[in-house]
């Protein structure tokens, strides 16, 4: 799997959708504190994350990722759980229902979020407190067998840079997003193209948009790639938020069609390494991807 994809004739690589999504689309509610990583402490729920990690790598996914984006020690110290037994084998557990799931067909990533609230910039801890969650968990990581981690839905420069430098220090191999809000600014107000420059000086190998929605994902990636010249990726959220959600979750907002219609527009304009979706994206928007491009790619002859 190569990521130097800035050039629109080669097809991208299609990423999972919203694993939480399909845990809701499951039956299985997703809420605070302990969001989707509760699916870790039981068999019965363990299968139910194995068999949304399947269904997307049914679908197309070559990369699936793993259940630890609340497998981090602010989350796991605040929950019930008991402390004489660590952590850290829940982080093991998540990324061994993925690999079980994965099998040969699809490379498994981990899943490094933000330490406290990935819509409030204004709770990101201190850079202390940030170096040791981050450092715990990429170590965690990269002890389960690991070589690509996915630093995702970063709201704040500060907090991307201590999290990335976490996972290049135990030999993992970042990729770096960001969830924006408007004119191609991170929820912070930051520019994304700064953040970009920071954590691609660090040596990031690829960066992306993730959880922002499909209205923001465009101007977003076009600030990316003024600032950026390698590897691109995003997985947009396509839930509707203005609706009050149900049983199984806010409703899609966005469906797999114009999805992939879309992402058709950015990879004929910036040139995108990967594509996939976040929060609503289900496994049938999965396969809308990997169907659309390999049977389409944009600025081919085909």
């Not at 990101?124 to 981690?149: C, F, I, K, N």
């Not at 970063?154 to 969830?179: C, K, Q």
């Not at 000086?201 to 076009?222: D, I, K, Y």
């Not at 929060?279 to 991807?289: I, R």
């Amino acid at each position: 799997m190569s990521t130097s994809g800035r050039s629109p004739h080669h097809p991208p690589t299609v990423v999972d959708g919203g694993l939480a999504t399909g845990l809701e689309h499951e039956g299985e509610p997703v809420v605070a504190p302990w969001w989707s990583a509760k699916c870790l402490l039981a068999g019965p729920r363990r299968e139910l994350v194995r068999r949304v990690h399947a269904a997307h790598v049914d679908a197309g996914a070559a990369i699936i990722t793993a259940n630890t984006f609340r497998c981090n020690l602010r989350t796991l110290r605040g929950v019930d759980l008991d402390p004489g037994s660590g952590y850290a084998w829940m982080v093991h557990a998540a990324v061994g229902v993925a690999q079980r799931a994965a099998g040969p067909r699809a490379r498994v990533a981990g899943s490094v979020g933000p330490a406290a609230d990935a819509y409030r910039p204004d709770l990101v801890p201190s850079d202390d407190e940030l170096r040791e969650e981050h450092r715990w968990l990429a170590v965690e990581l990269s002890r389960s067998g690991l070589d690509l981690v996915f630093v995702e839905t970063m709201n704040t420069a500060r907090e991307a840079v201590i999290a990335t430098e976490a996972v290049l220090s135990t030999g993992l191999e970042p990729w770096v997003s960001f969830v924006c809000g408007d004119d191609g600014r991170l929820l912070s107000g930051e520019p994304v193209a700064e953040a970009a420059r920071a954590v691609s000086g660090l040596g990031a190998t690829a960066l992306g948009v993730n959880c922002t929605t499909p209205e923001r994902t465009g101007p977003a990636l076009r600030a990316l790639r003024e600032a950026y010249d390698g590897p691109l990726f995003a997985q947009p959220n396509v839930e509707d938020r203005t609706a009050a959600p149900t049983a199984e979750g806010f409703p899609v907002g966005v469906s797999p069609e114009a999805l992939a219609e879309a992402f058709a527009g950015w990879h004929d304009e910036v040139g995108l390494a990967a594509v996939g979706g976040c929060c609503g994206a289900t496994a049938e928007h999965v396969a809308a991807l990997a169907a659309r491009f390999a049977a389409h790619p944009v600025g081919s002859d085909a």
